[in-house]
């Protein structure tokens, strides 16, 4: 996969979240993490469950699991920053200022 595809998948998907977060559609668990009863403390939660289940794939050098737990994780991760008015632009531009 070249940068290029990996970094539309995560334009699509950012795309997606900002979506749920302004129609906030029934059934979606994007919306309800957006409208949760405990606020920004749910996605932060979450963060932190998804982080340990990647340290515990990691640990058992479990490729496949570790790839499922990345992937919940930067999910969560894209989450928060769509609910604090940030976006991939944000991350884009600390990550490049390290290059
Ligand atoms: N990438 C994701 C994604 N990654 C993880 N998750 C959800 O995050 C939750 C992870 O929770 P856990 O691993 O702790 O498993 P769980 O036991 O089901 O979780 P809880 O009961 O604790 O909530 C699961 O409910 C997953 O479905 C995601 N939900 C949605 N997306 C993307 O968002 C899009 C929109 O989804 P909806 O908002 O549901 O329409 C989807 O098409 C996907 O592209």
Redesign the pocket.
Known sequence: MTDESADAILEE?FA??ES?KADL?E?????SLFTHEKGENRVLE?LG??AT?TILAAKDDDHEELAAES??LV??LLVLLSMKGMDLADLREELAARR
């Open positions: 998907l997606v979240i749920r559609p059934g979606s668990y994007t919306a979450k469950e998804e289940e992937a919940d999910y969560h």
